[in-house]
Nanobody, 116 residues
Framework: QVQLVESGGGSVQAGGSLRLSCTAS????????MGWYRQAPGKEREFVAR????TASYAGSVRGRFIVSRAWNTAYLQMNNLKPEDTAVYYC?????????????WGQGTQVTVSS
């Protein structure tokens, strides 16, 4: 089973930047799309950004500040001008394609904390 390994989380002051990475454990696996979600304490998991077939999409709350990109089976999330409301656990998401169809895989999550 493919695992998604995330890195790059941490603590930063408001206005700072962080870059998250997510790499699939198997290089040969086919992944059709990769994206990022986040979950703040007491809130539901929400969509952040996605890179699918060369097209990036963003939640309104991060558009213009975050940049999602992908290199083979690694996804990146460059987060600029971070705000305290960006504090959350960030999860990588991938659509893994196999002979039996497409399944969704999730990373273990990485904490991002933004202080004011």
């Amino acid at each position: 089973q493919v695992q998604l390994v995330e890195s790059g989380g941490g603590s930063v002051q408001a206005g700072g930047s962080l870059r998250l990475s997510c790499t699939a454990s198997e290089r040969s696996v086919r992944i059709s799309a990769m994206g990022w979600y986040r979950q703040a304490p007491g809130k539901e998991r929400e969509f952040v950004a996605r890179f699918d077939a060369g097209t990036a999409s963003y939640a309104g709350s991060v558009r213009g500040r975050f940049i999602v990109s992908r290199a083979w089976n690694t996804a990146y999330l460059q987060m600029n001008n971070l705000k305290p409301e960006d504090t959350a656990v960030y999860y990588c998401n991938a659509d893994v394609v196999s002979g039996s169809g497409t399944r969704e895989e999730w990373g273990q999550g990485t904490q991002v904390t933004v202080s004011s």
